[in-house]
């Protein structure tokens, strides 16, 4: 099945940590799914960082169909967190195009999970199971400070191709026209957004871990086997310290 299926990366690196990321997403990628094709989409990263990663690269405004090797855009358009000059939808016309490239080369199945994200999760029984129930999208559930309900995890989603092409999903998504979200204004996210377009066609994974960021492995300090105890529970791991990812890494 894995030969029918794409798996894309969205990245942008900033710093070191970034590139030792990447470094376990593409070692996950190589091991953990050795027959599916890969393609990560760079939003210009430094050119120093990206040396780092020893890979090779081609113009995303291109669109050229090569698979197991980087799509880099030409600019870093920002991204939407209001903090940056440009204010644009980065992150969105990354996932946009890697979507875009697994339709136009006909995968049945594509499969979201961004350079900072590794898991284990078995995607072919995902895929098995959403051909069964009929779902489009498959994703763990997350909970958003503010935001009732859970929405998607953006980072790691399991589509359907036919799916996908059906309810539109790069056209209705719409990112040139993506605005800085505003919860007074009734500006979504891009969490919030996918998540209203999939609707109940999502198929939302009860899968332990998730983003870190201090919650779920803070109390953990330098004790190693704590942390070690805890992250060999979670089907998927991100924006963690790269000790705990390369705990995660290694299971």
């Known amino acids: 099945m894995f030969n029918q299926t794409l ?9 070191q940590y970034h590139v030792e990321l990447v470094r376990l997403w593409l070692n ?3 091991s ?7 393609i990560l989409i760079d939003s210009r990263s430094n050119i120093d960082l990206f040396n ?3 890979i090779s ?9 090569q698979l197991n090797i980087c799509h880099t855009f030409h600019d870093n358009i920002g991204h939407l967190s209001g903090m940056h000059p440009r204010n644009k939808d980065g992150w969105g016309r990354a996932f946009c195009y890697g979507v875009e490239f697994g339709i136009r080369n006909g ?3 594509i499969v979201h999970i961004e350079s900072d994200v590794l898991t284990r999760i078995d995607i072919n029984k995902v895929i098995s199971n959403l051909d069964r129930t009929g779902k489009g999208v498959a994703c763990p559930k997350v909970n958003l400070p503010g935001v009732q309900g859970w929405i998607i995890e953006t980072g790691l989603m399991i589509m359907k191709t036919s799916f996908v092409k059906r309810i539109d999903l790069i056209g209705k998504y719409d990112w040139k026209n993506s605005q800085v979200p505003d919860a007074e204004k009734g500006i979504d996210n891009p969490e919030q957004r996918l998540t209203k377009i999939i609707g109940d066609r999502c198929w939302g994974l009860d899968v332990p871990g998730g983003r870190d960021e201090g919650l ?3 109390d953990c300090g330098t004790d190693i086997r704590k942390a070690y105890d805890r992250i060999k529970t979670y089907g998927y791991l991100t924006h963690a310290a790269i000790e705990h990812m390369q705990i995660f890494a290694n299971l």
């Open 7 to 15: 798996i894309f990366g969205t990245m942008y690196m900033s710093n």
């Open 52 to 54: 780092q990663l020893q």
């Open 32 to 38: 953990k799914y050795p027959d599916a094709f890969w």
């Open 28 to 30: 996950m990628v190589k």
């Open 216 to 218: 779920l492995l803070g």
């Open 107 to 109: 995968f049945e199945n």
């Open 57 to 65: 690269r081609v113009a995303a405004e291109r669109r050229i169909d």
